[in-house]
């Protein structure tokens, strides 16, 4: 198998199941050209970013075969498309580009799967969840309250992942992804060793201000 660069995630409408620009077929096709025995190979296009999170792709020809169950096979101007069968609805619609600039690009009119938590089975009360709360409270939320936002504690799951939600402006804010991404999990990581990961499980599709930044 033979990856390609990554390429970024963009959005777009379209009415096509997976459509691939003329420009964009053309670097696949040359791409796909220079490996040994191309006539065998497909392009495997997948969606490997977990639920809740930004859509990550990845790229890879690889030989064709028969397609498995848990796959569909294809076939776009004589480029064979290799499709995971879990994939196919979030990819539905989406658009598959090529500038000189950032490379391949994906415009994906579909929203990420949403990330399920138990919230009963979190981890509250503890040691860890003291010191997690103690920098929201002392780093975190102050930064916020100039867009009108906080954050709140929700748990942990035992493991390095601390799970919060965000209220206010940020809740809704085009920016709150990246704001929690870029800076609140990057203070709670800093500030307590034992933390990991930080996941917001705030629904952004609801909330007063969503635009407020």
């Known amino acids: 198998m033979s990856p390609l660069s990554p390429f970024a995630a963009a959005t777009d409408s379209t009415n096509q199941i997976i459509e691939i620009t003329e420009l964009a077929h053309g ?3 040359a791409l796909r050209d220079e490996e040994p025995d191309s ?17 990550r792709y990845d790229l890879a ?4 075969t028969k397609a498995a169950i848990n796959e569909e096979v294809r076939t776009i101007n004589g480029l064979k498309i290799i499709l995971p069968i879990k994939d196919i609805e979030l990819l539905s619609g989406a658009t598959l580009d090529f500038a000189d600039s950032s490379g391949f690009v994906m415009r994906n009119p579909n ?8 919230i009963e089975g979190l981890v509250k009360g503890d040691e860890l969840s003291a010191a997690v709360e103690a920098v929201i409270a ?8 100039a867009h009108g936002g906080y954050v709140t504690y929700v748990g942990h799951n035992g ?5 919060t939600s965000m209220g206010g402006g940020c809740q809704g804010c085009s920016m709150s992804k990246m704001t929690m991404m870029g800076g609140v999990e990057a203070k709670i990581v800093e500030m307590v060793p034992d933390v990991e990961k930080v996941v917001d499980v705030t629904d952004h599709a609801s909330g007063t201000n969503p635009y407020l930044t």
């Open 159 to 163: 493991e390095g992942v601390v799970f």
């Open 138 to 145: 002392v780093d975190v939320n102050p930064m916020l309250a």
């Open 39 to 55: 006539a065998d190979l497909g392009l495997r296009l997948e969606i490997i970013s977990g639920p809740g999170e930004p859509f």
């Open 61 to 64: 020809f690889e030989t064709v």
């Open 111 to 118: 929203k990420p799967a949403p990330l399920e938590v138990n």
């Open 27 to 29: 670097k696949l096709v």
